[in-house]
């Protein structure tokens, strides 16, 4: 496959570290297209790719593989534009790296018959800076033979450790990384902003109640590594912990308290549930908690 020509459309943050993923493992990208020319540009000099444009009509004809890095909401339409070009999709494949859209979106270039597959790589790209994306999971969806026999060989290449999914399960393992990674992002983006320091003691702290959690999930389970309050089914720091939010939403004219406290209420009924998975039902004081809770909703 490294013989085929490659298309890269769309340019933005993951385009860079897949690029460099593909240039690395010695396949033939001929163009980069962005609807910015100068986006298009930058990437393709960056990687001294021939070809580069802002139309898709621009595509090389000795072009067989295209691979849509563009956002989940744009592969649909850019598909479309694909399958009028004037060209025997027959030969060719088609492939998408989003998470959340399944292979449905590329439903006007199968119809063609283009060869069409995603692959998700289930990690962080923050930024254009390139990323190392080896041993990364990979979530692989396809439909027929040709299509995983491509997407199996491809993650071989990149060195992803890669994994098979129906479309149906897509957006809820999607849901499931935005939940074990973005979520945690935001939890500890709040846990910072509670320890009032201008020195490193909340980073010093906080590492190490994070880093021991995370080995707890992995080690046992993530109901089995659950502590603090709602573990135990203390509703007096439960409520010490609402009258200081309170306090501050009450002292402070800046809206994040407000909304900790919404995501305290909520996250704090989700470990209910985690407490039931631990123990079977919920005893007097975890349901004290839940009621109290569930009033500061209302």
């Not at 060195?159 to 939940?179: N, P, R, T």
């Not at 308290?257 to 919404?262: A, E, I, N, S």
Request: hydrophobic share 40%.
């Amino acid at each position: 496959m490294t013989k085929k020509s490659i298309a890269i459309i769309g340019a933005g943050k993951i385009a860079y570290s897949v690029t460099s993923a593909l240039v690395k493992s010695g396949y033939n990208i001929q163009c980069v297209i962005s609807r910015k020319l100068s986006s298009a540009e930058l990437l393709a000099n960056k990687f001294s790719i021939p070809h580069h444009a802002n139309s898709i009509s621009k595509i090389t004809v000795e072009v067989d593989i295209f691979f849509l890095t563009v956002p989940d909401g744009e592969i649909k339409k850019v598909a479309e534009k694909l399958s009028r070009l004037k060209r025997d999709f027959t030969k060719c494949i088609c492939i998408h790296f989003s998470g959340v859209e399944d292979i449905g979106a590329l439903e006007s270039l199968k119809k063609k018959g283009c060869v069409v597959g995603s692959l998700h790589i289930i990690r962080p790209f923050p930024s254009k800076n390139i990323v190392d994306i080896k041993n990364s999971p990979a979530s692989i969806e396809a439909e027929n033979k040709q299509a995983t026999q491509f997407l199996i060989q491809l993650s071989g290449k990149l060195k992803l450790k890669s994994h098979m999914i129906v479309s149906d399960e897509k957006v809820f393992h999607h849901l499931a990384a935005v939940h074990s990674s973005n979520f945690l992002v935001g939890n500890l983006f709040n846990a910072f902003s509670l320890i009032s320091s201008k020195s490193n003691s909340s980073k010093n702290i906080l590492r190490q109640t994070t880093q021991s959690a995370l080995d707890n999930v992995f080690k046992l389970s993530p109901a089995k590594a659950l502590s603090g309050p709602i573990d135990r089914g203390d509703i007096y720091t439960i409520k010490k912990h609402i009258d200081a939010l309170d306090a501050k939403i009450k002292s402070s004219k800046n809206n994040q308290f407000k909304l900790l406290m919404k995501n305290y209420i909520i996250q704090s009924l989700s470990l209910l549930e985690v407490v039931k998975a631990k123990y079977g039902k919920l005893n007097k004081g975890h349901l004290k908690i839940e009621k109290f809770l569930k009033n500061q909703l209302v």
